[in-house]
């Protein structure tokens, strides 16, 4: 059985909807300081993709440990599609 990623649909966020949609949970106080804090990092939710601008990384293991490699999380039905 072969399976197709589905593209992803990239789009601005609209963030006080988003914060109304899913944070009914927090008192108005607390969405109110949300919404601040996301509108200052607006351009992260512009629905664009940008590059990761680091310096590398360089990760050291104790001298007697081993690297790990666990199973991966399957992937969601709703992103695949039967080809």
């Not at 399976?3 to 607390?30: F, G, R």
């Amino acid at each position: 059985m072969d399976v197709c990623i589905l593209d992803a649909k990239y789009e601005k966020a609209d963030l006080p909807i988003v914060i109304k949609e899913n944070c009914a949970h927090l008192t108005s106080a607390e969405q109110k300081q949300l919404l601040q804090l996301l509108q200052k990092f607006e351009q992260l939710f512009d629905g664009t993709l940008g590059d990761w601008k680091t310096s590398p990384v360089k990760l050291e293991l104790k001298h007697d440990t081993m690297p790990y490699h666990g199973r991966t999380f399957p992937m969601s039905f709703i992103h695949k599609k039967d080809t």
